[in-house]
């Protein structure tokens, strides 16, 4: 895993949601979503297998993560995780972020992302 750029990471900290644009062919959107900020520095974002969001990453990986009200922003590459991915220390930032999404316990959230329902995406730089 490559780590995102530091001063992204320590704008993000005591933040409780991060500005992502991905592409969709030539046009961008952008919107504000919740994450779990993870060592060695990655970022984790959940979403509805539905979202026209998780379609954009399954076939095109490249986002930008903005810090709202900043100009704090770093480019990434996205990557779906399974649940059989997810280190210790993953696990424990995406559980208390993701909660109240249904992932409350490391079973729960198994459960979550096995059901196909919600997936789990990486950020890294």
């Known amino acids: 895993m490559v780590p995102l750029p530091a001063a992204l990471l320590a704008a993000l900290r005591d933040r409780d949601e991060v500005l992502v644009t991905s592409r969709a ?16 520095g990655v970022v984790y974002l959940l979403t509805s297998a539905f979202s026209l969001k998780a379609r954009r990453w399954e076939s095109d990986p490249w986002l930008r993560l903005t810090v709202p009200g900043t100009e704090v922003s770093a480019e990434a590459s996205v990557r ?6 997810i280190d210790s220390g993953a696990e424990a930032a995406i559980l208390e972020r993701f909660a109240t999404a249904g992932a409350a316990t490391p079973e729960a959230l198994r459960e979550l992302l096995d059901t196909g329902a919600q997936l789990l995406f990486r950020v890294e730089g």
């Open 25 to 40: 062919g030539i046009r961008m959107g952008t919107v504000p979503m919740s994450f779990a900020l993870a060592p060695p």
């Open 80 to 85: 779906r995780t399974a649940a059989s991915e």
